[in-house]
């Protein structure tokens, strides 16, 4: 007779090594008695989970169409356990509160933007991970966390304002233009300027097409192709 397919539930405590259980356990067992009524404990990317259903909020999670609204979640990884804690912002003072009362403990806080790292029992403040899931009632997750999404706006506003945001940027930093005026030439104090050369029109054809007459030597300082004075 074949076996019982394993659930989800089943399948993630399969997953977690021997050495990491008792951290998972102790947690879920305060996640559990500080949990208030209305949510649902299952299997949400791959991790323990507890979260809203969606029968008590369709919109659900709105990153990931049809999956529930997330309170929290535990998994194990070969360095460590996670305890991801979604409903931190979405709850004005909780995360400072949080921390606060983490470290009040003198226990060492390795968290996140919403995951604290735990590596030992000893070092976890279960009264701690209690109390501030129980301050997060269904109620308050769902307001807190719709009063979130309203003020984030979303990335189709956020490229429809981007090149009026640019413009304004570039009119702002847009150095003045000016037109360049030509260099002058500095002359050496005490030196006389230097007069324009007047050429002959037998010496310029000479120099165009490169032949000089029988006789003519350039010599040091005069100019190439010229007649030698007599």
């Known amino acids: 007779m074949a076996s019982a397919p394993e659930s989800p539930t089943q399948a993630a405590w399969a997953r977690i090594s021997p050495d990491r259980k008792p951290i998972v356990e102790a947690l879920c067992g305060a996640i559990r008695r500080g949990l208030g009524r209305g ?3 299952g299997v949400l990317w ?5 979260y ?13 169409p049809g999956t529930p609204l997330p309170l929290c979640s535990v998994a194990a990884t070969k360095g460590h356990v996670s305890l991801h804690l979604m409903g931190l912002g979405c709850q004005p003072g909780l995360r400072e509160w949080f921390e606060q009362a983490w470290k009040a403990t003198g226990c060492r806080l390795d968290m996140g933007q919403g ?3 735990v590596r030992k ?10 109390e501030v899931i129980r301050r ?6 769902i307001a807190g966390y719709e009063a979130a999404r309203a003020a984030t706006p979303t990335r189709a506003s956020s490229r429809s304002q981007r090149p009026a945001r640019k ?4 009119l702002a930093t847009a150095p003045t233009r000016r037109r360049a005026s030509p260099p002058t030439r500095q002359s050496h104090p005490g030196q006389p300027k230097a007069q324009p050369t007047t050429r002959t029109r037998a010496q310029t054809k000479s120099t165009v097409t ?3 007459k029988t006789g003519d030597q350039p010599g040091p300082g005069s100019v190439p192709f010229s007649k030698k004075p007599e």
């Open 167 to 170: 413009q304004a940027a570039n």
């Open 136 to 141: 997060q009632s269904v109620k308050k997750l």
């Open 39 to 41: 949510y649902d404990e």
């Open 46 to 50: 791959g991790q323990l989970a507890w």
């Open 210 to 212: 490169g032949k000089r």
């Open 121 to 130: 029992l000893a070092e976890i403040p279960l009264g701690v991970v209690e």
């Open 115 to 117: 995951c604290v790292r």
């Open 52 to 64: 809203v259903p969606l029968t008590r909020y369709p919109a659900g999670y709105h990153a990931q």
